[in-house]
Nanobody
């Protein structure tokens, strides 16, 4: 079974940058696609971006295109989310997810989830 732990959240001013990390453990991580979601209280968990196991294919939600970049280092069992040009509306708890392919991981029913990292963007 896969365990995912997010880190790197915090408070930044609008226009600033932040990099989140998601460290995975468990042999089931091998071959999994990864994704990032975000969520605010009382709202649905929102898809942000996803990446294949090899890193050769990525997808982004429209609201982060040109600002966020997903990447992974499989030797370190880690996926990253580089967030630039942050806006107050990016404030949320960010979760990483893992599943068997880039389609299944990009849904709220992805197989594995981290506990989340708070990102707060002040105006």
């Amino acid at each position: 079974q896969v365990q995912l732990v997010e880190s790197g959240g915090g408070l930044v001013q609008a226009g600033g940058s932040l990099r989140l990390s998601c460290a995975a453990s468990g042999r089931a991580f091998s071959g999994n696609a990864m994704a990032w979601f975000r969520q605010n209280p009382g709202k649905e968990r929102e898809y942000v971006t996803a990446i294949t196991w090899s890193g050769d294919v990525t997808y982004y939600a429209d609201f982060v295109k040109g600002r966020f970049t997903i990447s992974r280092d499989n030797a370190k069992n880690t996926v990253y989310l580089q967030m630039n040009s942050l806006k107050p509306e990016d404030t949320a708890v960010y979760y990483c997810a893992a599943d068997r392919n880039i389609i299944t991981v990009a849904t709220p029913e992805a197989a594995y989830w981290g506990q989340g990292a708070q990102v707060t963007v002040s105006s």
